[in-house]
């Protein structure tokens, strides 16, 4: 323990400082497996506007876990193409965005309020979970026992309402989600290595007063060299425009409101009569990774760990990724299920996975943001003659928590995220994790129990972890309908038995042969730092998110 390091304050199991889709899924999550959790933010209220417009289907899985998802997708769409064009509008690069993952759409225009505003409900009517608007910390500190912090009410806020006083924290485990400036990263000392090439959009963001024709309801990139534009729906009934900063260009002459109706007049030949505008803001895009993810107790997340160009629409996906992995893996060390080394997977699992997707939205952004007359001429007939390689496959997880066979390759589906889809259990009907249960999860073709020993049901029940076996007999324990099939799909395109998935929804394993299910369990429970006994607490209420022995 440092000396001097004070204790006191209140306390809590985890403080998650930064209330942006990162901290809100870690806040929801944490505060549905039943810990105390106080969530700090500077800014009073909600921001109320949309930033993300779009997310992936795993990732509405993850607004699921921890919303209620119908409300958080009410005026949401799928995007089944994502087109880039030429100056002459000619397509340079069309992306299939089309089919399904996760019991969703592959891809989803979504419009971010509602979504935040959905899990911050779930979130703070946890009773064990604190949220703290216009607030911001003004110390972290940290020792071998606990992670102390000081908040003040925030400075930049004029309103007299504010005048509580400071207030301290102590946590086992703090999450630094604070965004790109993040005050949790510097605090730490951690730097950021910049991979260069960042620009300046100007994003108009409107909500449509009439339909716009089917042309601006496709996501639409135009890669000109005398200025980059694009258009995409936010949902069913609003815009987003953007186009590029030149450089060279004041930034101050763009944030003008009359610069942004004038651009849109002359380039779509739409006004005030068309849109009533939202957002007019011109923002930096930059790609940086922080060089570590955890120092101690205290781990980042989001855009405090890493931000990226817009261009693949995973930026804030990332970040919700970051925080249901943080959030499954700290349930299992809080509880003292698993030893406090399972944290160091969170940073090798995630760094390669997001990595690669800066690189594709590098990659793509140098393809928008290209201004050289002789380099736009190669790109264009490169892509027109189909010398450009295609796209890499969307990356999986194959570091951490991930079975390896004996000659310690992945089969193709391990790392990758489970299917959902809807299914049928007794009365119950929906997707597979509102009607199993959330969480650890073995789906297979017959019962698992049949082919593990005592200490492996065990282990499984600490686990929390649910089965799910398709079969014809609906009376059969634990026996699913697979209404759309998905589940059998799976198992029959990658010659499984039965997988075993984690409550990330990211596939831990699978077997060929229901006798070698018990091998893959026990590699979860070694791979799990795994250091409960019979007596473990692993009971979790989620309607009033109290936790229970």
Not at 18 to 32: Q, W
Not at 400 to 417: K, Q, Y
Not at 517 to 531: E, I, S, Y
Request: aromatic share 8%; net charge negative.
């Amino acid at each position: 323990m440092k000396p001097g390091l004070n204790h006191g304050g209140e306390h809590y199991d985890v403080a998650v400082i930064g209330y942006g889709p990162s901290g809100l899924i870690a806040a929801s999550m944490l505060g549905r497996a039943g810990y105390r959790v106080v969530v700090i933010e500077r800014w009073p209220t909600p921001y109320g506007l949309p930033r993300l417009t779009h997310i992936d289907g795993e990732t509405a899985r993850i607004v699921q876990a921890s919303s209620d998802v119908e409300q958080a997708l009410r005026n949401a769409k799928p995007v089944d193409t994502y087109h880039y064009r030429d100056a002459a509008g000619d397509l340079l690069l069309e992306l299939n965005w089309s089919g399904r993952a996760c019991g969703y759409p592959a891809h989803i225009s979504i419009y971010q309020p509602d979504i935040e505003d959905a899990i911050d409900a779930r979130a703070s009517g946890y009773r064990n979970v604190t949220v703290l608007r216009g607030w911001e910390v003004e110390t972290l500190k940290q020792d071998g026992d606990a992670v102390v912090l000081s908040a003040h009410p925030w400075r930049g806020a004029q309103d007299e309402q504010w005048t509580e006083a400071p207030r301290t924290f102590q946590v086992r485990y703090a999450i630094g989600a604070d965004g790109a400036n993040s005050f949790v990263r510097r605090t730490l000392g951690i730097e950021r290595t910049d991979f260069g090439h960042n620009e300046r959009w100007l994003n108009l963001d409107s909500e449509n007063r009439r339909d716009l024709g089917e042309a601006c309801a496709k996501t639409t990139i135009f890669c000109d060299p005398e200025r980059a534009y694009m258009h995409m729906p936010i949902g069913t009934k609003r815009t987003r425009f953007e186009l590029r900063v030149l450089p060279g260009e004041a930034t101050s002459d763009w944030e003008q409101e009359n610069a942004g109706w004038r651009w849109l007049k002359e380039r779509y030949g739409l006004g005030p009569d068309d849109l009533s505008m939202l957002r007019h803001v011109v923002y930096t895009f930059e790609t940086r990774m922080a060089e570590r993810w955890r120092d101690g107790r205290v781990l980042l997340a989001g855009d405090a760990a890493h931000t990226m160009m817009p261009y693949m629409g995973q930026g804030a996906c990332s970040g919700m990724r970051d925080g249901i992995n943080l959030a499954w893996k700290l349930d299992l060390v809080l509880s003292g299920r698993a030893s406090p080394s399972l944290l160091d997977s969170y940073e090798i699992e995630r760094r390669p996975h997001v990595t690669a997707i800066m690189q594709m939205s590098l990659f793509l952004g140098k393809v928008v943001n290209e201004d050289d007359p002789h380099k736009v001429a190669e790109r264009d007939e490169a892509f027109r003659a189909g010398k450009v390689p295609p796209m890499p496959p969307f990356p999986r997880i194959e570091q951490g928590i991930v079975h390896r066979e004996a000659g310690g390759s992945l089969l193709p589906a391990t790392g990758t995220p489970a299917p959902q889809g809807r299914v049928r259990q007794g009365a119950a009907e929906g997707r597979l994790d509102d009607v199993v249960g959330y969480g650890f999860q073995i789906v297979a073709r017959e019962h698992p129990a049949r082919y593990l020993n005592a200490g492996q049901l065990a282990f499984l029940k600490q686990l929390g972890c649910h089965f799910a076996v398709l079969s014809d007999d609906a009376a059969a324990p634990d026996a699913i309908v697979d209404l759309d099939g998905d589940q059998r799909a799976f198992l029959n395109e990658h010659c499984m038995a039965a997988y075993l998935s984690r409550p990330d929804f990211v596939v831990f394993g699978s077997v060929a042969d229901l006798r070698e299910l018990g091998g893959l369990v026990d590699d979860l429970r070694t791979q799990l730092h795994w250091c409960a006994d019979s007596t473990a607490r692993a009971v979790t209420n989620p309607t009033v998110g109290a936790r229970v022995s």
